[in-house]
């Protein structure tokens, strides 16, 4: 069967501060600059989410867009947009909300996601990556590796 890969794009916006508790106030300082600043910054991100799979011969789809954009509102929408990502998010609380380790989050919130639709739907897409675009510059790509 011949394999696909499609990706759809999500915007979400979120304020935080790159801060590791693991290092001193003058080390954060050093290492992240002015995005160490106390009252926070924000960001509008924009994700490109891409699943990879073998084309159904029945439906001619990997995966249903409807069904991805569906998942990618629970997993990564509702839980990050117009947040306080060092706030508001459990996972931040132990990890440092890098542009990096905001594609973590959102890749592990989606395996979560798309493996439900794979059930419900019995499809077989994969997560294959996760594009961050922090802002128009910087983006981080992120495939699952650990």
């Known amino acids: 069967m011949a394999i696909s890969y499609i990706t759809r794009n ?7 501060r790159l801060h590791s508790p693991d290092l001193t106030d003058e080390e954060n300082a050093e290492i992240y600059g002015k995005c160490n600043h106390p009252n926070f910054h924000g960001h509008n991100y924009k994700l490109e989410i ?20 569906e998942c990618i509102q629970q ?12 706030l508001d998010v459990d996972y931040f609380k132990g990890h440092p909300s890098t542009v ?8 592990n919130n989606l395996q979560v996601s798309l493996k439900e639709n794979q059930l419900k739907r019995n499809t077989h897409a994969e997560l294959y990556r996760v594009k961050v675009h922090e802002t128009e ?7 699952g590796e650990q």
Do not use: C, Q
């Open 137 to 143: 510059h910087n983006s981080v790509e992120y495939f």
């Open 100 to 107: 990096e380790n905001v594609a973590v989050f959102v890749w």
């Open 50 to 69: 891409t699943v990879k799979g073998s084309i159904d011969k029945k439906t001619g789809m990997v995966m249903n867009m409807v069904d991805l954009k």
């Open 10 to 16: 999500a915007y979400i916006s979120a304020a935080h």
């Open 75 to 86: 997993a990564v929408v509702v839980p990050l947009d117009h947040k306080n990502l060092d």
